[in-house]
């Protein structure tokens, strides 16, 4: 049984749990929604709609091409984020902080904080991905 446990955290550790794409814009959701700078209530729910809108896009790629939550994580960061470091560790990171408002979301900030994730986890599956990318 020992061993068992052993392959199952292995595999936990490969293929993270399906974390809702809405993690991934769990800070632009809020920044949206605070309207900084005096937005009217018009221009907020607007920049809401822009958040949900890209959530929404994400969501039906990731159904129609069935991408794992790495895969996701990358097509995430490339294509909503184009103006930023698209390196393994730009990208684990990204990984990391959605998980890490799933958990939050889930069971709270306490437990997510016990239970954070590494960005050292993630970063050579997502350099071969990326690799990958790259070479097609």
Request: contains cysteine; aromatic residues 8%.
């Amino acid at each position: 049984m020992n061993h068992r446990r052993r392959l199952e955290s292995v595999a936990a550790l490969l293929s993270p749990e399906e974390v809702p794409t809405a993690c991934f814009f769990a800070a632009d959701r809020v920044q949206a929604e605070s309207g900084y700078g005096g937005q009217t209530a018009v221009e907020i729910l607007e920049a809401v709609e822009a958040v949900d809108s890209t959530i929404r896009a994400i969501d039906e790629i990731r159904a129609t091409r069935h991408l794992d939550l790495i895969d996701t994580a990358i097509v995430i960061r490339q294509q909503a984020f184009p103006a930023f470091v698209q390196d393994a560790g730009a990208v684990a990171s990204s990984l990391v902080e959605a998980i890490w408002n799933w958990d939050r979301d889930r069971f709270g900030e306490d437990r997510a904080w016990r239970q954070q994730r590494s960005s050292g986890q993630f970063e050579g599956q997502i350099a071969g991905r990326l690799a990958r990318v790259v070479g097609s």
